[in-house]
C-alpha cells in the first residue's frame, strides 16, 4: 500500500436497490466526524485537510469543473506502514502483545451465546496458540479476512457469517481501461491541475 487516502462522499453509502445494495448500517456523518481524527492519528496536516482549504492556498479555479466532474485531493502518508509509525507505541504498550509469523487459523464459538470466546493461532514453529477476550475483532486484509471466515465457517456452521454468500466474493482491482485521449494544448496548465502538490 503506497498510502494514499481519500474520503468517502455522501453518495457512496447511498442504497442502490436497482443494484440490489441496501442502506449502509454506518451513515455519512458518522464517519465523516471522525476524518479528523484519524487525520491528526495519522500526522496528516490538518491546516489543509479540507480541499477548499487547500484549493484557496493553492489559488486553484474551479473553472475546469464541468458537469459532474469535480477537482478532489487524496492526501500521502509520508509512511506508510502503519507498523513502523506507531511502533514506538506499540512497542512501550502495556495494553498490546505483538505476534510476528503467528497466523490465525480458528475460532472457539459458543453457538449458545453466539459469541466467539477465542481465537486460535499456529507460530512459525508449528505451536498451537488460543486468545481469549472480551472483544474479539477481526480485521486483516481483504483477501486474508475472506479467506479466515471461510474457514471458521466451514468448521462452525452456525457462526453468524457462515450462510452469508458473500464473503469471498466480488473482488475487484483497479480498472484500467482506455477512454480516450488528451490534446495537451497547455502543457502548463495541464501539470499545474494534475501533478502533486
Same mark, same amino acid.
Given at each position: ?6 474520503k ?7 442504497p442502490?436497490?436497482a443494484?440490489g445494495?441496501? /442502506? ?11 476524518y479528523r481524527r ?9 491546516e489543509?485537510?479540507?480541499d477548499? /482549504?487547500?484549493?484557496a492556498?493553492?489559488?486553484i ?6 458537469g459532474h ?5 487524496t492526501?500521502w502518508l ?6 513502523r509509525?506507531?511502533?514506538?507505541e506499540?512497542e512501550?504498550?502495556a ?16 453457538a449458545?451465546?453466539r ?7 499456529v507460530?512459525h514453529q508449528?505451536k498451537?496458540l ?13 483477501i486474508e479476512?475472506?479467506r479466515?471466515?471461510?474457514l ?7 457462526l453468524?457469517?457462515?450462510?452469508n /454468500? ?5 473482488? /475487484? ?6 477512454i480516450?485521449?488528451i490534446n495537451?494544448?497547455n ?10 502538490i
Amino acid at each position: 500500500w503506497g498510502g494514499q487516502l481519500t474520503k468517502f462522499v455522501a453518495p457512496d453509502l447511498l442504497p442502490r436497490e436497482a443494484a440490489g445494495y441496501r /442502506q449502509w448500517p454506518i451513515g455519512f456523518s458518522k464517519i465523516e466526524t471522525n476524518y479528523r481524527r484519524v487525520a491528526d492519528l495519522l500526522g496528516l496536516d490538518l491546516e489543509y485537510f479540507d480541499d477548499e /482549504q487547500l484549493i484557496a492556498k493553492m489559488g486553484i479555479s474551479h473553472a475546469h469543473e464541468t458537469g459532474h466532474c469535480r477537482l478532489f485531493f487524496t492526501r500521502w502518508l509520508q509512511q506508510p506502514n502503519l507498523a513502523r509509525y506507531f511502533a514506538e507505541e506499540i512497542e512501550s504498550s502495556a495494553l498490546m502483545c505483538i505476534l510476528p509469523e503467528t497466523h490465525a487459523n480458528g475460532v472457539l464459538f459458543d453457538a449458545h451465546s453466539r459469541k466467539i470466546q477465542a481465537v486460535t493461532a499456529v507460530n512459525h514453529q508449528g505451536k498451537s496458540l488460543t486468545f481469549s477476550g472480551h472483544t474479539v475483532i477481526l480485521a486483516a486484509g481483504t483477501i486474508e479476512i475472506s479467506r479466515f471466515l471461510l474457514l471458521t465457517a466451514k468448521k462452525h456452521p452456525a457462526l453468524p457469517w457462515a450462510s452469508n /454468500q458473500n464473503v469471498g466474493r466480488y473482488f /475487484q482491482d483497479h480498472l484500467d481501461i482506455e477512454i480516450g485521449g488528451i490534446n495537451r494544448e497547455n502543457q502548463l496548465g495541464l501539470q499545474a491541475l494534475f501533478e502533486n502538490i
